[in-house]
């Protein structure tokens, strides 16, 4: 994620980091030349090019607008509803973990344990989660908050964060044999590790359930046909200005649907995605506070503009 404060209006044409203009510079540069070559064979063979009206053009250019409006939408949707799912998690981490430090008698035996225990577990999960949805190994994070003999059965596990889960209802239930906690409120803690539960399907199906390709094939192919058709139809009119033009159509079309894209993925390490890796670093910081220790991970700040 891009974290910087907002430029004036001459940084805004030099700014690259988090800019979509590295991934479509190629297509603008295409559209430049050729451009230059319509403007160019217009200037020295003006019967080749016969004068075109622009209202095709632009009915041609709402027809695309609306097919990239509606994707991007789309894509922010899914980017927004991943970062409230994430935000929800971070309230059911410190909810339970409060809860985990009230409710379990702390004083009694195995007490100061098992709280130990689960927020360990909340702490691992919030990691386990990131890691699945980046497609990336969990356990330099999450070994140092789980037992040994809970490794190895997690790492047998094809859904890790799931298992983690499971083991916190396997703890809590212990908790209730050993008559920490009260029928009543084991359901308040289990509630909370089922709203764990269902921001970790959210995510899957945001991550599981891309846009339609039908989409992504439309908008390409007519953004490629119009910028392509565009020089042919502007150089008349525009002479030598035309690949200016271009190059600022094929810059906002390419760019729009560059971003989106880029957005419909929030999970992954592009500069525009999600910064899990300082959401799930805090949540951390935030339960290992509430367990009262006092020795914490340093929080995760921004490398040239970009939180990760």
Request: glycine share 6%; net charge neutral; aromatic share 12%.
């Amino acid at each position: 994620m891009i974290v910087r404060n907002k430029p004036n209006a001459f940084q805004l044409f030099f700014i690259l980091r988090g800019s979509i203009v590295p991934l479509i510079y190629p297509q603008i540069i295409f559209v430049t030349l050729l451009g230059a070559a319509v403007a160019a064979g217009h200037y020295y063979y003006p019967t080749l090019f016969p004068s075109f009206s622009l209202p095709p053009l632009a009915l041609l250019g709402i027809a695309l607008s609306l097919f990239l409006g509606f994707r991007n939408n789309a894509s922010y949707d899914r980017w927004w509803e991943a970062r409230k799912q994430w935000g929800q998690l971070l309230i059911d981490s410190r909810s339970l973990s409060r809860q985990i430090t009230g409710y379990v008698d702390g004083e009694a035996e195995g007490g100061a344990a098992a709280q130990r225990r689960m927020i360990y577990l909340t702490i691992a999960f919030n990691h386990a989660l990131r890691h699945q949805l980046r497609k990336t190994e969990p356990w330099n994070d999450i070994e140092k908050y789980l037992e040994t003999e809970d490794i190895d059965a997690l790492r047998q596990s094809r859904n890790v964060p799931d298992a983690l889960l499971r083991l916190m209802s396997k703890k809590l239930g212990n908790c209730r044999h050993k008559h920490l906690l009260s029928e009543f409120l084991i359901q308040t803690l289990d509630d909370r590790i089922t709203s764990m539960a269902e921001v970790q399907a959210s995510c899957e199906r945001i991550q599981n359930t891309p846009l339609p390709f039908a989409y992504m094939l439309l908008v390409q192919r007519t953004a490629y046909f119009y910028c392509f058709i565009l020089p042919f139809g502007i150089v008349t009119s525009q002479g030598f200005f035309t690949p200016l033009f271009c190059a600022i159509v094929a810059y906002t079309f390419f760019g729009l649907d560059a971003l989106s894209e880029e957005l419909q993925d929030p999970f992954g390490i592009a500069p525009n995605d999600l910064a899990l890796s300082a959401m799930s670093r805090a949540t951390e910081i935030n339960l290992l506070e509430i367990l009262g220790e006092t020795e914490f991970p340093a929080p995760i700040e921004p490398t040239n503009h970009r939180l990760e």
